[in-house]
């Protein structure tokens, strides 16, 4: 029996950049604090706390701990920014209080956010294509020198009004859907305003997306990795349901009861974006011991 395991499968480039440099400075030892857990995944978020690391939840907690500037040990504080990244004020604050910032923005979200600066600067409104309460688009709105909206859907889109006289600058989330994407656009160049697009999408999502389908349609099974709140592994999920009857979603090792029909050839094995390396090679193992 073949395992196959798909391309991409896992963090992306920037998520697995961000989660490599909180280990490398584990090893200055210096006190190391990320602004929002690293990586939507508790079990890697749980063993960097065994390590030390600390995380500050919010903008309030950030307030709360000390100016460093009165201290004279420089281990004192450290903190890393996660892939989405944060608005400017966050990162202005945490210099302020004297930290050591370390910004492990993804670049192809830092991308957007000096495009919104440069253009909002240059007097553009600038209109953001994504879900507002994301941590991504809240860093984004935050790098405007001006007036910015989010929209989110295609009926947002089509009552949607920009300042009168004003050129539009329009960007996306890293992990919006394409099509949605290029139907939104649609709808506002139709409107005949003065648009400006960045096509900001990253190709991580699609390209899991599309090699998890190539590798499920030729399964005899297939596992999907991926916490239960991931919305990006529900999407595997679906994908691979589509084409293989015999899909199996799991958190954990310990959620796999694999029932696998005696002619199985084929064994396909996804992940979602904040799955870790370590857990993909431990079910990889697992399947190759047990079947
Ligand atoms: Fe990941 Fe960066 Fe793309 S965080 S999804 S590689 S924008």
Redesign the pocket.
Known sequence: MEIRLVAGAGF????KRAVDTVYEQLQTGKTIYTYGPIVHNEEVVKELAELGVRVIENRQELERLPDLRSLADPRAGTVIIR??GVPREVQQCMEQKGWEVIDAT?P??KRIHRTVEKKSGQGDHILVVGNPDHPEIQGIVGWCNGPVDVIETVEEAEKYVPPEGKKLTVVAQ??FNYNKFQTIVEILKKKGYNVSIVNTI?N??EDRQRDTREVAANADAMIVIGGKHSSNAAKLYEICREVCDNTYFIQTLDDLHLELPKSARLVGITAG?STPNKLIEEVQNYVRINF
């Open positions: 992306c480039f920037g998520v892939a989405h993804c192809f979200v890293t992990t990253c991580a999502t974006a």
